[in-house]
């Protein structure tokens, strides 16, 4: 069977691509398995999250068990996982998630972000791409779930 990653940061616009991860899955009979990457709570991280204050170990627990139940209530069906990024940034975790569960196709939504807003946020979308070793479908927030099949 087909695996599928797909990514989210349990916002409207991360839930997206899992919308269009799960109609492609349908059509091909795939599997499904869709991930968050839980950011280090490290003072004074710059990257694709900019700054990320400090958490305590309780906290970055409740946040876990609250993504946890967040995608399991919106996506009762499918396979769920929340990871730590555990030193690593976001891409490379995703990227890991993939090949540990022989992922045959990414799928994430991405901003679109361009100029000034992709050069101080950066993109967690464009380093996937750049370095994944199997295709990535990037999905933007306005585009409507395709219709896959007959």
Do not use: C
Not at 34 to 42: K, N, R, W
Not at 69 to 93: C, I, K, M
Not at 99 to 107: E, F
């Amino acid at each position: 069977m087909t695996k599928i990653l797909a990514t989210t940061d349990a916002s409207t616009l991360g839930q997206q691509g899992v919308k269009h991860a799960m109609a492609l899955a349908k059509a091909l009979g795939a599997e499904v398995t869709v991930l968050t990457i839980q950011a280090d709570p490290s003072p004074g991280i710059a990257g694709e999250f900019g700054y990320i204050p400090p958490m305590s170990p309780e906290d970055l627990l409740a946040q876990e068990q609250e993504l946890r139940a967040e995608l399991s209530r919106d996506f009762p069906d499918l396979v769920t996982r929340v990871e730590r990024s555990s030193g690593r940034s976001v891409w490379q975790a995703i990227l890991d998630a993939a090949k540990a569960q022989d992922a045959a196709l990414i799928v994430m939504s991405t901003h679109g972000r361009t100029g000034l807003g992709r050069v101080l946020l950066g993109s967690v979308a464009e380093a996937v791409v750049q370095h994944s070793p199997i295709p990535v479908l990037l999905v933007k927030g306005d585009q409507a779930v395709t219709k896959w099949g007959k």
